[in-house]
């Protein structure tokens, strides 16, 4: 059951991530070059730290990185 929600999570983050790209490669939405290297750069360092062992570290640290970032979460 853990796995399978970090399975979900993860999909979620790569499907955002991706259609951001192509969103914005389309001209649909308008992202920052930076800003999609803040959202792979801290999902990244999100993924580390799972649901079911760490609980809400992993929402933390991506929240953190994007702030570094100046960007919104």
Same mark, same amino acid.
């Given at each position: 059951?853990?796995?399978?929600?970090?399975?979900?999570?993860?999909?979620?983050?790569?499907?955002?991530? *991706? &259609?951001?790209?192509?969103?914005?490669?389309? %001209?649909?939405?308008?992202?920052?070059?930076? @800003? /999609?290297?803040?959202?792979?750069?801290?999902?990244?360092? *999100? &993924?580390?730290?799972?649901?079911?062992?760490? %609980?809400?570290?992993?929402?933390?640290?991506? @929240? /953190?990185?994007?702030?570094?970032?100046?960007?919104?979460?």
């Amino acid at each position: 059951m853990h796995i399978a929600k970090i399975g979900f999570h993860l999909a979620v983050l790569s499907t955002s991530v *991706a &259609a951001s790209v192509s969103f914005a490669q389309d %001209g649909g939405i308008k992202i920052n070059p930076s @800003r /999609a290297e803040a959202i792979h750069t801290c999902s990244t360092a *999100a &993924a580390k730290f799972p649901d079911y062992s760490w %609980g809400n570290t992993e929402m933390f640290v991506y @929240r /953190a990185c994007m702030t570094e970032h100046s960007q919104q979460e």
